[in-house]
């Protein structure tokens, strides 16, 4: 796993939509979802489980995804379960490809903004606009790019006062370290890999370098993730597993979460084909 152009799309959606999309749903390509075919549109209907009880659900709320034909994310929708959207974003592309901009509406919460990129071969410029009550405040990120694509440095700005600076080291491809400074503190993270090149650990390092806090995962043939461990260093571990439901296409159509064995939540996936 390495960041790369296609990745560098962060939605600021736990900030002013109260919710933060799982980890794949930040990336811009239909291959980094592990999905198979021609898709026009991914539909997720996600639903609390009341008491460990599979038929007794609650509706939380639905994500819609839709890619061009050449598997380009180009609209993300989160409807509330009256089916109210919540939170959109558009993202347009050059005829080459190269991510042109983002319009972000969180609809009612005060922080729609609208991001353009600037692709160049060595760094990536990002700039956002805020609209409602934080119109006028300029912020832009700086992508500063390896010989491969991969990103070594973002640095957030913030008017003329840099906020945040992440650095990233790879081996072989793969992701290895994350530094995450910014005026207040600063995070280390350290990554471990399969043999398959799977993330299967991400750890929070202390200044001493122990580690403070863990996550490791387990997959399924297919790469979907299996299980998910978490724990603060001699605190009792967390452990989430899923099990998966698939299509003759081999893309998973149900999802099932449980927590320390605890049925909690459930996903519905729609996929349509062009």
């Given at each position: 796993?390495?960041?790369?152009?296609?990745?560098?799309?962060?939605?600021?959606?736990?900030?002013?939509?109260?919710?933060?999309?799982?980890?794949?749903?930040?990336?811009?390509?239909?291959s980094e979802l592990k999905v198979k075919g021609n898709v026009k549109e991914i539909q997720d209907?996600?639903?609390?489980?009341?008491?460990?009880n599979y038929l007794n659900l609650k509706e939380e709320r639905m994500v819609m995804?839709?890619?061009?034909?050449?598997?380009?994310?180009?609209?993300?929708?989160?409807?509330s379960p009256e089916k109210k959207i919540i939170y959109s974003s558009e993202i347009k592309y050059a005829t080459s490809?190269?991510?042109l901009e983002e319009t972000v509406n969180c609809f009612g919460f005060g922080k729609d903004f609208k991001k353009t990129y600037h692709v160049e071969s060595k760094k990536i410029t990002v700039h956002t606009v805020y609209e409602n009550e934080d119109a006028?405040?300029?912020?832009y990120s700086e992508y500063a790019l390896n010989p491969d694509g991969a990103v070594a440095k973002r640095t957030d700005w913030l008017g003329n006062d840099k906020i945040m600076e992440i650095k990233y080291t790879y081996s072989k491809g793969l992701l290895q370290t994350e530094t995450n400074q910014t005026a207040e503190?600063?995070?280390?993270?350290?990554?471990?890999?399969?043999?398959?090149?799977?993330?299967?650990?991400?750890?929070?390092?202390?200044?001493?370098g122990k580690i403070v806090y863990s996550v490791a995962y387990t997959y399924d043939s297919r790469g979907n993730v299996l299980s998910e461990t978490s724990s603060y260093t001699g605190e009792e571990k967390t452990v989430i597993t899923?099990?998966?439901?698939?299509?003759?296409?081999?893309?998973?159509?149900?999802k099932q979460e449980k927590m320390?064995?605890?049925l909690f939540s459930l996903t519905k996936r729609n996929i349509t084909y062009y």
């Open positions: 796993m390495k960041l790369t152009v296609d990745k560098i799309i962060v939605t600021v959606c736990a900030v002013c939509c109260l919710h933060f999309p799982s980890g794949a749903q930040f990336e811009t390509k239909l209907t996600e639903y609390q489980v009341i008491d460990n995804l839709s890619f061009d034909k050449k598997g380009n994310k180009t609209e993300e929708k989160y409807l490809g190269k991510l006028g405040v300029k912020h503190n600063t995070l280390r993270f350290k990554y471990e890999y399969n043999k398959k090149g799977e993330p299967v650990k991400k750890s929070e390092m202390a200044t001493d899923y099990k998966y439901v698939y299509d003759s296409k081999g893309n998973w159509t149900e320390n064995n605890n």
